[in-house]
């Protein structure tokens, strides 16, 4: 282990975030942090705020909130008013030498507020590009430009910013950030957790399904997923007689309104899954589709490649960038509804296409991919 780790593994870290319960690529991430705590890797604590009573388990320090505020476009997703005095105290009580944000809402600026205050070194992870969602989420120019003011503001208080995609890393540096704090952060997947040896086609007899080309989606259930572009796709083959069938897996508020749209045609839903149902789920299917144009990154591509399937994204945002276009599936045009209907018909109609890029995607898993414990360094180096 080199100098610089093993100096920034000393420190006790504190991590914020304005989410920790939902089910989202940033809670994924903390709760990988988490079992690289426990491991003995790093010294971190996380802070969060909701309505749940002040409490501290698994590392997970919530604190009762004193307010909310529901976003009216997007009303199951809330900020919590953290209790700021009591916040303060804890962090001057256990004694943190580096603060992490991991969201940008109200318990990141309390974070950065905390920072200055106290004269601790603060850093931020870039997880989610909250302008582009904006946009998608009301349609209007003027509010994605306020967040866009507030983003580049917000960022550039910080002494690092961690990106997880070359993308997303230009597109900052491009609207305002400071390109000397923004770093790269590497991105792993347990290949060994998901890998095609999970395959097991009796899971589809539980769901009454038979042996056409699976499509899957793996994610929140929400309109900024592009699922709506998705559907119309799926229900544009479906009419023209090819056999198919498409399975979301994950929850959000979308997805009242996404079953209704696909009722009747051959879709499942199997909600928020995890462990082995989850890790078959993947294997078992035979090509895994995530049409979004807002992702910063995308932990589901890398699992879906190590689990032996090809993988159709879009052309924009940074999931493009953890796979390798007409060798471990497609980048298509995003937002562009008869591209990716062309290329779900292209492989419905050659199984042995699928089969060949879903091999390639397991192997270009395997020889890019990077250990737990070799990630565990990284979030060292960069005090998460």
């Given at each position: 282990?080199?100098?610089?780790?093993?100096?920034?593994?000393?420190?006790?870290?504190?991590?914020?975030?304005?989410?920790?319960?939902?089910?989202?690529?940033?809670?994924?991430?903390?709760?990988?942090?988490?079992?690289?705590?426990?491991?003995?890797?790093?010294?971190?604590?996380?802070?969060?705020?909701?309505?749940?009573?002040?409490?501290?388990?698994?590392?997970?320090k919530?604190?009762k909130?004193v307010?909310?505020?529901?976003?009216?476009?997007?009303?199951e997703?809330?900020?919590?008013?953290?209790?700021?005095?009591?916040?303060?105290?804890?962090?001057?009580?256990?004694?943190f030498?580096?603060i992490?944000?991991?969201?940008?809402?109200?318990?990141?600026?309390?974070a950065?507020?905390?920072?200055k205050?106290?004269?601790i070194?603060?850093?931020?992870?870039?997880?989610?590009?909250?302008p582009?969602?904006?946009?998608?989420?009301?349609?209007?120019?003027?509010?994605?430009?306020?967040?866009?003011?507030?983003?580049?503001?917000?960022?550039?208080?910080?002494?690092?910013?961690?990106?997880p995609?070359?993308?997303?890393?230009?597109?900052?540096?491009?609207?305002?950030?400071?390109?000397?704090?923004?770093?790269?952060?590497?991105?792993?997947?347990?290949?060994?957790?998901?890998?095609?040896?999970?395959?097991?086609?009796?899971?589809?007899?539980?769901?009454?399904m038979?042996?056409?080309?699976?499509?899957?989606?793996?994610?929140?259930?929400?309109?900024?997923?592009?699922?709506?572009?998705?559907?119309?796709?799926?229900?544009?083959?479906?009419?023209?007689?090819?056999?198919?069938?498409?399975?979301?897996?994950?929850?959000?508020?979308?997805?009242?309104?996404?079953?209704?749209?696909?009722?009747?045609?051959?879709?499942?839903?199997?909600?928020?899954?995890?462990?082995?149902?989850?890790?078959?789920?993947?294997?078992?299917?035979?090509?895994?589709?995530f049409?979004?144009?807002?992702?910063?990154?995308?932990?589901?591509?890398?699992?879906?490649?190590?689990?032996?399937?090809?993988?159709?994204?879009?052309?924009?945002?940074?999931?493009?960038?953890?796979?390798?276009?007409?060798?471990?599936?497609?980048?298509?045009?995003?937002?562009d509804?008869?591209?990716?209907?062309?290329?779900?018909?292209?492989?419905?109609?050659?199984r042995?296409?699928?089969?060949?890029?879903?091999?390639?995607?397991?192997?270009?898993?395997?020889?890019?991919?990077?250990?737990?414990?070799?990630?565990?360094?990284?979030?060292?180096?960069?005090?998460?």
């Amino acid at each position: 282990m080199s100098r610089e780790i093993e100096d920034v593994t000393g420190d006790k870290i504190v991590l914020f975030t304005d989410t920790i319960n939902e089910i989202n690529g940033v809670v994924t991430t903390i709760k990988r942090l988490i079992e690289t705590a426990n491991a003995g890797e790093i010294d971190l604590t996380v802070i969060t705020c909701s309505s749940d009573e002040t409490s501290f388990k698994n590392r997970i320090k919530n604190f009762k909130s004193v307010g909310d505020f529901a976003l009216p476009e997007y009303p199951e997703l809330k900020l919590y008013f953290p209790p700021i005095l009591d916040v303060i105290d804890y962090i001057e009580r256990e004694g943190f030498t580096r603060i992490h944000v991991s969201t940008p809402g109200t318990l990141g600026l309390l974070a950065l507020f905390i920072a200055k205050l106290m004269d601790i070194p603060v850093s931020a992870t870039y997880h989610t590009d909250i302008p582009q969602y904006v946009m998608s989420l009301t349609n209007d120019e003027f509010l994605e430009s306020m967040s866009w003011k507030y983003v580049i503001w917000f960022f550039n208080q910080m002494e690092e910013v961690l990106v997880p995609s070359k993308s997303t890393q230009d597109q900052i540096i491009e609207k305002g950030i400071s390109p000397e704090k923004v770093k790269s952060l590497w991105t792993w997947v347990d290949t060994k957790i998901f890998s095609p040896i999970k395959r097991d086609f009796r899971i589809w007899e539980k769901y009454k399904m038979d042996g056409e080309v699976k499509f899957l989606y793996v994610g929140r259930v929400s309109k900024e997923k592009n699922l709506e572009l998705l559907a119309d796709a799926f229900i544009n083959i479906i009419k023209t007689g090819l056999r198919c069938s498409l399975i979301i897996t994950g929850d959000g508020p979308y997805r009242c309104e996404l079953e209704r749209k696909l009722e009747g045609y051959p879709a499942l839903f199997t909600g928020f899954l995890t462990g082995e149902e989850l890790t078959t789920l993947y294997a078992s299917s035979d090509v895994f589709v995530f049409p979004s144009a807002t992702d910063t990154f995308g932990i589901v591509i890398l699992e879906a490649q190590a689990s032996g399937l090809p993988v159709i994204v879009s052309d924009e945002g940074g999931p493009k960038e953890l796979m390798i276009h007409n060798e471990t599936g497609y980048v298509v045009k995003a937002n562009d509804r008869s591209a990716l209907v062309n290329t779900l018909i292209l492989l419905i109609k050659d199984r042995e296409k699928i089969k060949v890029m879903g091999e390639r995607a397991r192997k270009f898993i395997e020889t890019r991919g990077r250990s737990p414990e070799d990630m565990s360094s990284r979030y060292a180096v960069h005090g998460l």
